[in-house]
């Protein structure tokens, strides 16, 4: 973390211009990502761990574009068994920069989807949810169509099902997320 921000202070700095990828069409993203999550309303420590994020999108010009992004975790219980954690984006990406720049930062604001899903002998635990999700990031070109993808998203979130087992309770209950992705982006 501590070369993050001379890296990206270099990379600000570097005046190489290319060819601005960002333009109307369609971009693919695959990245790393580390998750953490709590429940907003209990005295409860947040759990954490890593997964994978696969996203899809369309830009309208250079400045503006929609996505679709999914996300899979698995959660390093503080007890129990390991479990999975899983976001659907459905948003809007902006950036920032020149047309020609080597450096995007961007901004995303999503409507989320949240699932959690732990096996257990006594029966499945199931939490179910919906909200809002915030991003930051930035692309670094490493070519006219190939960056690195720098984010993070954090979620605000309801949690409106619980599930175990066979048994289903509607509740209302809030609950925050934060990823963190590094990965490449293509744009075709």
Do not use: C
């Amino acid at each position: 973390m501590k070369y993050l921000i001379p890296f990206v202070l270099l990379m600000a700095t570097v005046n190489v211009n290319g060819q601005d990828s960002t333009q109307a069409g369609v971009y693919l993203s695959f990245s790393l990502q580390g998750t953490a999550w709590t429940l907003d309303d209990y005295d409860y420590d947040a759990e954490s761990g890593s997964g994978i994020k696969l996203e899809i999108g369309y830009n309208i010009n250079s400045r503006l574009g929609f996505f679709i992004g999914f996300d899979g975790s698995e959660i390093n219980a503080d007890i129990g068994e390991n479990y999975a954690l899983g976001h659907f984006d459905l948003g809007v990406i902006g950036r920032l920069g020149k047309k020609d720049s080597k450096m995007k930062p961007f901004g995303k604001l999503s409507f989320l989807g949240f699932s959690v899903l732990q096996d257990n002998p006594g029966g499945d635990i199931e939490f179910l949810g919906s909200g809002i999700g915030i991003g930051l990031g930035s692309d670094f070109f490493i070519s006219d169509q190939l960056a690195i993808n720098l984010g993070y998203t954090i979620g605000a979130i309801t949690i409106d099902e619980v599930s175990i087992g066979n048994f289903t309770e509607n509740v209302e209950e809030n609950a925050s997320s934060g990823r963190f992705n590094l990965g490449l982006i293509y744009y075709f």
